[in-house]
């Protein structure tokens, strides 16, 4: 037993092959332990199974083989103590932003004045506040996309899982993006499993890179990525050691997506 909050442990997954025929094997025996407090960015092929893991750690999906578990507890049934942050933002369209907001805890049965208070500080850390009478169609992607990190900061989880969060933003956005979730990181003490095809992301955000392979995955490497913090993510390039660590990752990573041929 380690002391990861959450630890996937022989992981093979399987679907139904949608034409019928043998089940198609996704991911092939994999292993990964996420500390405490720590952020892990997990980087593979297109289809190599990241948004699998991450719905396995949610208890969405169980494993065909091996064991999920948060906090030691196997995960069997669907995972309330932990937050999602899917790539679209996903906010109801007839609430507003602090409604939408307000919602997880609505559901956890919190009183109305600590709701308020919760509600607005959690518009604060991602630089909403004021904007909650706005509904979502009022406000820009990056800022739905910041509403639904809010909605996910409100109630405090244990762990937060990431599923490109910041895939579908314009370049200047995603940077600030980055900026602000380093820092509500460090101030919440979550722990993060994080799914982005960007090395450079990867490497700016994370104590560690996870690197899949293409499917039927394994786990290629774990990359501890030492770089201080809090790291300048608008200029990577100057980041002390930023280059190799990229170098680190990227040489796994290459042989991956099909561009052995080529000599740079
Ligand atoms: N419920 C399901 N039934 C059948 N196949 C599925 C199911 N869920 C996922 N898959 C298959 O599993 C594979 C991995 O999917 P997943 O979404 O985890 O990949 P990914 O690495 O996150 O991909 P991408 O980087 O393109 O988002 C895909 O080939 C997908 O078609």
Redesign the pocket.
């Known amino acids: 037993m380690t002391d990861a909050v959450l630890s996937f442990n022989d992981i093979r ?1 399987e ?4 034409s019928g025929g043998p089940r ?1 094997r ?2 092939d025996g994999i292993d990964l332990d996420v500390g405490g407090g720590k952020f892990v960015a997990v980087i ?12 396995m750690a949610a208890g969405l ?1 169980a494993p065909t083989r091996g064991i999920v578990r948060h906090r030691g507890t196997v995960i069997d049934a669907v995972n309330r103590e932990v937050g999602f942050v899917p ?1 679209q933002a996903q906010l109801f369209p007839w609430k507003t932003l602090a409604e939408n907001v307000e919602l997880p805890l609505l559901l956890r049965g919190i009183a109305a004045a600590e709701r308020r208070e919760r509600v607005a500080s959690a518009l604060d850390a991602v630089g909403l506040a004021g904007f909650e009478q706005y509904f979502p169609n009022q406000l820009s992607g990056g800022m739905q996309k910041r509403g639904s990190i809010a909605r996910t900061l409100v109630y405090r989880p244990d762990v937060i899982l990431m ?2 969060p910041f895939g579908a933003l314009d370049a200047q956005t995603r940077m600030v993006m980055q900026d602000d979730l380093q820092r509500q990181s460090r101030d919440a003490g979550a722990t993060i499993l994080f ?1 982005t ?1 960007d090395i450079t992301e990867a490497v700016l955000l994370a104590d560690n890179v996870a690197i ?1 392979s293409q ?1 039927p ?1 394994t786990l290629l490497a774990n990359i501890a990525i030492d770089l201080p913090r809090p790291r300048n993510v608008f200029e990577p390039f100057k980041n002390l050691g930023f280059d190799a660590a990229y170098d680190a990752v990227w040489s796994v990573f290459r042989s991956q997506i099909g561009i052995r041929q080529r000599t740079h």
Request: glycine share 10%; with cysteine.
């Open positions: 997954q679907f139904p092959a949608p198609v996704v991911i593979g092929p297109s289809g190599c199974g990241k948004s699998t893991l991450l719905q999906l790539q599923d490109e799914v095809h899949m499917r995955s």
